[in-house]
Each structure stands twice: as structure tokens, then as C-alpha cells.
């Protein structure tokens, strides 16, 4: 954990250097730091170096880790699959979902936050690798979901995330990257720029997908260090 404030800055200059690689700003891209699994005091030491936004990937863990840090002013961002019947963990307390990866979601979702009077920034899950095991509209279907998703009043709909191909291959991984950027575009022309954000890359491959584009990465264990698998 000592590591964590050395894991950042290492992190962030390399997303940096891909950023002047790719002739991009480096205020384009955030960190996002992926908490999940990790202790409250290893979030506290990220909070300590400035970040406020972490990812969690579990509803449940979402509302515990607002309660528990509560005495800080973060922000939770919900990154993996949501139930419906977890909606209104999310729309309690999550300040943005990125994963949001079916219409019955955002349906639910939009009950819950009329009820509560707020509005949720969300992105829509896209599955760019054809892997039966990761969530997420088809590209094919994207831009009619996204249609279908903004015409609920309390989601703000700006962007899109993905997941790349589980896989080695960097070629593979880059048009995974490449065909979420080429979608954004295409909805962004529609849609104007503020269906902007392109929530892509991981630990394993965060430069390349800020190279093609990325606005948000979401990193865990380059910078909390190895998890157990999550069930
Ligand atoms: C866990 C997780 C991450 C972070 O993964 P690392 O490989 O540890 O960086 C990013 N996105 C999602 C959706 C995750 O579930």
C-alpha cells in the first residue's frame, strides 16, 4: 500500500507520454483508480494524492465504500454489471455509471432517480470483442440504445465503455479501442460534443487505449496491486 502514491504518478506520466505520442492533452484523459477489493486505507492514500473519483464494480460495495468514506468528499463510479433489482444502490449512490448495459437497466434506473430528484451521468457498455462473456450492447445496437437510453430524463448519456478483447494480441485490442472511438464519432456528430466520454483501457493495456482515444481509464491493480479473483 506504501506504493500506491508511487503507482500513481507512475501511472499517470505513462498515460501522459502516450497522451504526446498520440498529439493529444493530457487533460483529455483521467485516471480513474479501480478500488475494488482493495481496503478503505489504500483508497485513503489515493485521496490523499488528490483523486476523487474511484471505480467500483459492485453495487453493494458502492454504497459501503460511501458510507465508510463519507468523511471525505469522493465520488463512486459504478463500472460493473448492475442488476436491476441493485438499481437504486446505483441511483443512491453512485455519481456516475459506466456500465450501462441494457434498456431494462436505464429504465429501472430512470424510476429511481425521478424518485430521488436527481439526474445520473451515465456511458453505455459496449461489447467491441464479440467475447460471449463480457457485457454490453453490440455495436450494431448502440446507437439505437443510446436513442432509446436518452430519451429518459434523469440519465445524462455521454459516451460510451468498453472492455477490449481478453487477449494478448495488441492488434486485436487496438481495434477493439478503435471501433468504440469510430462509434463515439459517429453519435458525437449526432448527438454534439457532449456525448464525448470513451471510458477504455485497463491495466494491461491503458496506453494503447489512450492512443486511440480513450477520455477515462480505469485502473486497479497497477496501482493497488494484485486481487484475489472476484467471484
Ligand atoms: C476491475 C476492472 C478494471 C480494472 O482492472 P485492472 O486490470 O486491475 O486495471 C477496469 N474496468 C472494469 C470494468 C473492471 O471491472
Redesign the pocket.
Known amino acids: 500500500m506504501a506504493d500506491v502514491l508511487e503507482n500513481l504518478r507512475q501511472a499517470r506520466a505513462r498515460i501522459d507520454a502516450a497522451c504526446s505520442r498520440a498529439g493529444r492533452d493530457t487533460t483529455e484523459v483521467e485516471l480513474l483508480p479501480?478500488s475494488?477489493t482493495h481496503p478503505d486505507a489504500a483508497v485513503r492514500r489515493a485521496a490523499g494524492a488528490g483523486y476523487r473519483r474511484f471505480?467500483e464494480?459492485r453495487p453493494q460495495e458502492v454504497a459501503r465504500r460511501a458510507a465508510e468514506l463519507a468523511d471525505l468528499d469522493l465520488s463512486w463510479v459504478a463500472?460493473?454489471r448492475v442488476q436491476t433489482n441493485k438499481a437504486k444502490l446505483i441511483a443512491e449512490h453512485a455519481a456516475e455509471l459506466?456500465?450501462l448495459d441494457s434498456v431494462a437497466l436505464g429504465e429501472a434506473l430512470e424510476r429511481r432517480l425521478d424518485a430521488l430528484g436527481r439526474t445520473l451521468p451515465v456511458l453505455v457498455q459496449v461489447n467491441t470483442s464479440g467475447e460471449a462473456a463480457k457485457a454490453g450492447f453490440c455495436p450494431e445496437d448502440t446507437p439505437a440504445a443510446v436513442a432509446t437510453l436518452r430519451a429518459c430524463p434523469h440519465l445524462e448519456v455521454r459516451g460510451l465503455?468498453t472492455?477490449a478483447a481478453h487477449t494478448t494480441d495488441r492488434d486485436a485490442i487496438r481495434s477493439s479501442f478503435a471501433c468504440l472511438r469510430d462509434l463515439r464519432d459517429r453519435l458525437r456528430d449526432v448527438y454534439g460534443p457532449e456525448f464525448g466520454a470513451l471510458s477504455m483501457g485497463?491495466?494491461?493495456d491503458?496506453e494503447l487505449a489512450v492512443e486511440e482515444g480513450a477520455t477515462c481509464v480505469?485502473?486497479?491493480?497497477?496501482?493497488f496491486g494484485t486481487?484475489p479473483a472476484q467471484a
Open positions: 479501480v475494488k471505480g464494480n463500472i460493473g459506466q456500465s465503455m472492455m485497463m491495466s494491461g491503458f480505469r485502473l486497479g491493480s497497477v496501482i486481487r
